[in-house]
């Protein structure tokens, strides 16, 4: 089975504009979780989807949205750029529960200047 | 939230060594998982562990889950062992992860 793929890998924003990012699970994966991970704040949960409902949210500011499409793809927007969005963005997959296992993507770099 | 506490947060071995790296969590918990992060930044599945003894290899891990802490244990470094590791928890709605533990083997 292919892995969890994100794309792009890498991306380079100025401030004020916006992002999106997406994410391929595992085939059969339903649940889609995204986190974000920076030196400071080390690694975040923001929210996950399940059969195209968010299911979890985790305390970021509205900023941060996503959605999950019927072949259980997800995109992840982060609109109005600011300097503290630099971060590596990870998705996770898993079967079913939330708590089930996850496999993670490689994950999306991002820098905003 | 629930807080996961990781020990220690950097460890630096000589190839050959063994290890032994702590989660502490402060609730019960559905799952937990041991991660290791390679340079790049994947997360790579080492344990999927709410319970239990598992052993893979040179790895292997044990969570006390009442007692609320688990631990991954090392054998015989060696230099790809580098890295961060991690173990993330879950208690229904979202994993939570520690700090990480940084490991370092030198040649």
């Known amino acids: 089975k292919a892995g969890v793929t994100q794309t792009p890998r890498y991306l380079i924003k100025t401030r004020g504009q916006q992002v999106t990012l997406s994410c391929s699970p595992i085939s059969g994966h339903r649940s889609v979780s995204w986190y974000q991970q920076t030196p400071g704040q080390g690694l975040q949960f923001l929210f996950e989807?399940?059969?195209?409902?968010?299911?979890n949210k985790g305390n970021f500011p509205g900023r941060f949205s996503g959605r999950q499409f019927s072949n259980s793809r997800s995109e992840m927007n982060v609109s109005t750029l600011e300097l503290g969005d630099s971060a590596l963005y990870l998705c996770?997959?898993?079967?079913?529960?939330?708590?089930?296992?996850?496999?993670f993507g490689p994950g999306t770099r991002l820098t905003v200047l | 939230g629930i807080q996961v506490e990781q020990s220690p947060p950097d460890l630096i071995l000589q190839e050959g060594a063994n290890s032994t790296l702590r989660c502490n969590f402060s609730d019960s918990v559905n799952n937990l998982q041991w991660f290791h992060q390679n340079p790049w930044g994947q997360l790579i599945n080492l344990f999927y562990i709410p319970s239990g003894t598992k052993q893979n290899g040179r790895l292997s891990a044990t969570t006390v889950a009442t007692e609320r802490y688990s631990l991954l244990y090392i054998s015989s470094s060696q230099t790809t062992d580098s890295g961060v590791y991690f173990c993330a928890v879950n208690t229904g709605n979202q994993f939570y992860f520690g700090t990480g533990t940084s490991l370092t083997v030198i040649p």
């Open positions: 996770a997959s898993s079967s079913r529960e939330s708590y089930n296992e996850q496999f």
């Open positions: 989807y399940f059969s195209e409902t968010q299911r």
